[in-house]
């Protein structure tokens, strides 16, 4: 079965410091990945997803990027994070009945 | 992208059913219907899934009318431990390939003692 790993779990950063947050997977090969983020008592919103190694789309504008420099190595960065950036950061996994999550990382920037 | 339409919160009690309603009018001919639960702080877990009629697992029954025009969670007997946020989401799982999912608000269930 798939894992999905994150780190850190927990994250508080000053505004313009950079952001590096990693997802790697487990038990599966050439995944379709994605990034979500989810504010305070709000719904999840996609980010990024990637269908293979060096392929990234964005969904919505943002001073955030991803990178997938491996099959199952997705990675989330900022070079200058903002307030806005807070939030829950969850990295998936396509799986045939729908997306499997990670445990997440909290961002706090202050 | 079909989209999903669910009551932002609910309150029950332990040992009742609940059910919560999801109205997608504009599903397409490859949609499904998946629930995901959301504990704080944690990722969305999979319930269950389901494209016509019933569907029931070990935690969850998932009812479809023909039209597909809604489907409707059914929690049976639920205890404190279901309270959570639930969402209901469609999308295309037949023509492969990348698998875009929009998640709503969902919604807030309250079970209390």
């Known amino acids: 079965s798939q894992t999905i790993h994150q780190w850190p779990a927990t994250l508080v950063q000053p505004v313009g410091s950079p952001l590096s947050l990693e997802c790697t997977v487990e038990?599966?090969?050439?995944?379709?990945l994605y990034w979500y983020r989810q504010a305070a008592g709000r719904g999840l919103q996609l980010l990024f997803y990637?269908?293979?190694?060096?392929?990234i789309s964005s969904e919505v504008p943002q001073n955030l990027s991803a990178s997938r420099p491996q099959d199952r190595q997705f990675i989330l960065s900022s070079k200058k994070l903002l307030l806005s950036d807070s939030g829950f950061y969850l990295c998936?996994?396509?799986?045939?009945?729908?997306?499997?999550f990670g445990p997440g990382t909290r961002l706090t920037v202050t | 992208l079909a989209k999903t339409t669910q009551p932002i919160s609910m309150d029950s009690y332990e040992g009742q059913e609940v059910n919560i309603t999801c109205s997608h009018n504009?599903?397409?001919?490859?949609?499904?219907i998946t629930w995901y639960q959301q504990f704080p702080s944690q990722g969305p877990r999979f319930i269950i899934q389901?494209?016509?009629t019933k569907v029931t697992n070990e935690v969850a029954s998932l009812f479809i009318p023909a039209d597909r025009k809604s489907s409707t969670l059914s929690l049976p007997r639920v205890s404190l431990s279901d309270t959570a946020v639930y969402y209901c989401?469609?999308?295309?799982?037949?023509?492969?390939?990348?698998?875009?999912?929009?998640f709503g608000a969902g919604t807030r269930l309250a079970v209390h003692p």
């Open positions: 998936a996994c396509q799986r045939q009945t729908g997306q499997y």
């Open positions: 038990g599966t090969s050439n995944p379709n």
């Open positions: 990637s269908v293979g190694i060096g392929q």
């Open positions: 504009n599903i397409a001919t490859n949609d499904y």
């Open positions: 389901g494209y016509k």
């Open positions: 989401l469609v999308g295309d799982l037949i023509s492969g390939g990348y698998n875009k999912l929009i």
